[in-house]
């Protein structure tokens, strides 16, 4: 089928890491891509990864790529208050950039 | 930092009303994108535009939607006769179509249709 699949909440102390799941759909895909979207807010773009790395770090943030199970994974350590938001994953597919979400997890972050 | 900006941030309008939606991109920019949003809902591709003219559509982006680039600067969706189903966040994203194609959203413009 065409969809990203993502689990919808996620609920985690402050000072854990949360991991947010993803899988997508094609294995052709070259560009996979996680967005942070606030209350009321635009989409903001976290990170991404291209589709020959197992694995990207930036800061807090910990991408993981298995493109055998066409799985991605955002991790984010230390988590606080203000990570509190909904997070899509997106891969890119054909010749125009289109993007494809998932339906997105919201994230909880308890202090 | 250059960013994507829409207006109107919020729409109120009534069924059967025209509505247009404006989006002005970042300026090297060259592919533009419609997404809609409905509350609670997946984010969903709409269009994409390219070289002044549409590149790919989607199912939802039927006879009742258009979009166009009038003076190469402004970025427009119009809806023609709205129905109530069109209520949503409508996001318009863009990107300069390099290797790593990130695709930048602005705010949104949420549309109430009554």
């Known amino acids: 089928g065409e969809d990203v699949e993502q689990s919808l909440f996620l609920s985690v102390r402050e000072g854990d890491s949360s991991v947010i799941n993803c899988t997508y759909t094609?294995?052709?895909?070259?560009?996979l891509y996680w967005y942070k979207q606030e209350p009321g807010a635009g989409l903001q773009l976290l990170t991404y990864?291209?589709?020959?790395?197992d694995m990207k770090q930036d800061q807090r943030l910990t991408v993981l790529l298995n493109k055998k199970d066409k799985h991605l994974s955002l991790r984010i350590a230390d988590t606080q208050t203000g990570d509190s938001a909904i997070y899509f994953c997106?891969?890119?597919?054909?010749?125009?950039?289109?993007?494809?979400f998932g339906s997105g997890t919201k994230l909880n972050v308890k202090p | 930092e250059p960013e994507v900006t829409q207006t109107p941030s919020h729409q109120v309008t009534q069924m059967g009303q025209e509505v247009i939606l404006r989006c002005v991109p970042i300026?090297?920019?060259?592919?533009f994108y419609w997404y809609r949003q409905i509350l609670g809902q997946k984010v969903e591709f709409l269009v994409s535009?390219?070289?002044?003219?549409?590149?790919?559509k989607s199912e939802i982006f039927d006879d009742q939607f258009s979009v166009e680039r009038p003076d190469g600067s402004n970025f427009t969706l119009k809806i023609r006769s709205t129905k109530l189903e069109d209520s949503a966040m409508y996001f318009c994203?863009?990107?300069?179509?390099?290797?790593?194609?990130?695709?930048?959203f602005g705010e949104g413009s949420r549309l109430t249709v009554l």
């Open positions: 997106a891969e890119r597919r054909g010749n125009f950039n289109k993007f494809y």
């Open positions: 094609d294995s052709s895909s070259t560009y």
């Open positions: 990864i291209f589709s020959n790395m």
């Open positions: 300026s090297n920019h060259l592919y």
């Open positions: 535009f390219y070289n002044n003219e549409i590149s790919e």
């Open positions: 994203a863009t990107t300069s179509g390099t290797v790593t194609g990130e695709l930048f």
